[in-house]
């Protein structure tokens, strides 16, 4: 499967404990979003990169938040300090240069759990 | 804020056509309409998109009104699999746009035996 694949697919963590997840896109895709999705919600943005460079990140991404994507490859987006607010869905998109501009191949996501 | 309007469920019998509605009132003249679906447990899947002529692919077709203030999105024969929630997303469509999608609550469309 070529799809973006997401690791852990669940993650459970106590309040206060430091959790990190992975996003592998599809290989030729240089752009890639983190979004986050809580109950009953559509998700929402986090932050953007455009290969290796993080170019927007959204004021949901508190400082607790901090995203990477050394080589412009796999992304990683790390929680310090869990709180029972950070419980969502996280996702991850990709997308290739060009046309269609808006058509974001999505992963599965991993659900957190802050106990 | 999300600039589109959707009702919040559907329903929809098996084999009919589905047709969900999205008002963006407010859209301007070169934003595109967008259309994701989320299967439950799954991340959003991409659909169709269109500016302001119909549109039609292997998944839907894209019905837009000529004042572009509403669309419509047609899923011609549904089955069960079809079950999920559509987003309608209206957003600018150019290389330079970062397309950070902004998802509303969408549809919750259910297709019954």
């Known amino acids: 499967d070529t799809g973006v694949s997401q690791n852990p697919r669940h993650k459970i963590t106590k309040r206060g404990q430091n959790v990190t997840f992975r996003c592998d896109p599809i290989?030729?895709?240089?752009?890639l979003y983190w979004y986050r999705q809580t109950l009953g919600q559509g998700p929402e943005f986090l932050t953007y990169f455009q290969n290796e460079a993080q170019l927007e990140k959204s004021r949901l991404l508190s400082d607790r938040f901090s995203a990477e994507r050394p080589k412009g490859s796999f992304s990683t987006l790390e929680i310090q300090r869990t709180e029972q607010g950070d419980s969502a869905m996280y996702l991850c998109?990709?997308?290739?240069?060009?046309?269609?501009?808006?058509?974001?191949?999505f992963g599965p996501g991993t659900r957190l759990t802050v106990l | 804020d999300a600039k589109t309007t959707q009702p919040p469920s559907m329903d929809c019998a098996e084999g009919r056509a589905a047709n969900l509605p999205c008002n963006h009132s407010?859209?301007?003249?070169?934003?595109?309409v967008y259309w994701y679906r989320q299967i439950h447990s799954q991340g959003p899947q991409y659909i169709i998109h269109?500016?302001?002529n119909n549109e039609t692919n292997e998944m839907a077709s894209l019905i837009i009104t000529e004042d572009r203030k509403s669309s419509t999105l047609i899923l011609p024969h549904a089955t069960l699999r079809d079950t999920a929630v559509y987003y309608c997303?209206?957003?600018?469509?150019?290389?330079?746009?970062?397309?950070?999608?902004?998802f509303g609550k969408g549809t919750k469309l259910s297709v019954k035996p």
């Open positions: 269109g500016l302001k």
């Open positions: 407010t859209i301007s003249g070169n934003e595109y």
């Open positions: 290989s030729e895709h240089n752009r």
């Open positions: 997303i209206v957003i600018l469509n150019y290389g330079g746009s970062q397309g950070n999608l902004i």
């Open positions: 998109a990709s997308r290739p240069q060009g046309r269609p501009y808006n058509e974001q191949f």
